[in-house]
């Protein structure tokens, strides 16, 4: 459960991320890729080079989702209902993956806001990309 | 080996020995159980003042230099320590994984826009081989 001061910690550090969710996003995707390729096999379809229109646009949906979570932290289920869906149905993600993007995404914040992203934010992020990926894979089986 | 030059260039960060052990401890607060006598780590600010815990950073830092520098031989250059966590330590494997990414984070915060994707590509390779390595002597 994210205490009160985390949830704090999370909703100051995502002050950092407004206004670049499309570069953090393609940032992070990118490091996914080249740090675990297995990931790229979800894929096929897209141009996969450098700063690609498709990891941009892609990036951007993805952090604009986490940004909606940030705002809907007590009610994460609903706020990310239809993604759940979408995961769950469509996507099939393995959620094995929701952990290496999630570790992907806390380098980017490492990398963006330096010694800014103490211990203790990261350990509030670690504690709300867990549980945003608990609530994509909740609907699998 | 391409992953010797990425290595090479941020082995700067080996002299920042405190930070890595510091921030696992305080990221996943159960690997605390194995320094149990390493004094008061009762809070963040606790365990960022531990002198035993920054003199630990040193120790595991130096041993990944032993890494940078043996890129070629990860596996014997720590056959002994495998043995060491395995039979003195009873440290779960899973903990050199979590290190790892601490490590990665560590690298991030410090080199910021240095620590590129492919920068940190080469790095997951090593903390991964290390942490494989540290598990090869289990038994």
Not at chain 1, 2 to 18: C, N, P, R, S, Y
Not at chain 1, 46 to 65: N, Y
Not at chain 1, 86 to 97: E, S
Not at chain 2, 95 to 123: D, M, R, Y
């Amino acid at each position: 459960m994210l205490t009160t001061d985390e949830k704090q910690l999370i909703q100051h550090a995502w002050e950092k991320v407004l206004g670049h969710q499309e570069d953090f996003g393609a940032e992070a995707l990118e490091r996914m890729f080249l740090s675990f390729p297995p990931t790229k096999t979800y894929f096929p379809h897209f141009d996969l080079h450098h700063d690609s229109e498709q990891i941009r646009h892609h990036g951007k949906k993805v952090v604009t989702a986490l940004g909606n979570a940030v705002r809907h932290m007590d009610n994460l289920s609903e706020a990310l209902s239809e993604l759940s869906n979408l995961h769950a149905y469509n996507l099939r993600v393995d959620p094995v993956n929701f952990k290496l993007l999630g570790h992907c995404f806390q380098v980017v914040l490492a990398v963006h806001l330096a010694d800014e992203f103490t211990p203790q934010v990261q350990v509030a992020y670690d504690k709300f990309l867990e549980a945003v990926s608990t609530v994509l894979a909740e609907k699998y089986r | 080996m391409p992953l010797a030059t990425e290595a090479d260039t941020n082995t700067q960060v080996l002299n920042r020995g405190p930070v890595s052990p510091s921030r696992l401890l305080i990221v996943y607060p159960w690997t605390q159980r194995f320094f149990t006598s390493f004094g008061n780590l009762s809070s963040p600010g606790a365990i960022l003042h531990n002198e035993k815990v920054h003199e630990h950073g040193k120790k595991v830092l130096t041993s990944f230099g032993e890494a940078v520098k043996n890129l070629d031989h990860i596996k014997q250059t720590f056959a002994k320590l495998s043995e060491l966590h395995c039979d003195k330590l009873h440290v779960d494997p899973e903990n050199f994984k979590l290190l790892g990414n601490i490590l990665i984070i560590v690298l991030g915060v410090h080199f910021t826009k240095e620590f590129t994707p492919s920068c940190q590509a080469a790095w997951q390779k090593l903390v991964s081989a290390v942490a494989h390595a540290l598990a090869l002597g289990y038994h």
